[in-house]
């Protein structure tokens, strides 16, 4: 089984921000962790947002926020 993580999914979760609601336009590992509790308990949105949303809770849960700070630093979001 590989578990080697995907670089362009790891950049892109970094830079996704939230499309809606009270944390509109901040960066997905800004939200509170209570946020993305609260979320999990009612049921992630379908689709990428509710995946990157519950991948954030587990990056959270175990401290690895800082890695995701270091991605948003080292791969700045690409212009389109």
Known sequence: MDVTPDKEKLIE???Y???F???K???LVDLP???LI???QKGF???KLGKLMASILEIKVNGLEPLIHKIQKDFP???R
């Open 25 to 27: 336009d901040r960066y």
């Open 17 to 19: 921000r939230m499309p």
């Open 38 to 40: 609260w979320f999990k």
């Open 13 to 15: 979760l970094a830079h």
């Open 33 to 35: 962790e209570a946020y």
């Open 45 to 47: 949105p379908d689709g």
């Open 77 to 79: 979001r690409r212009l």
């Open 21 to 23: 609601g009270r944390f």
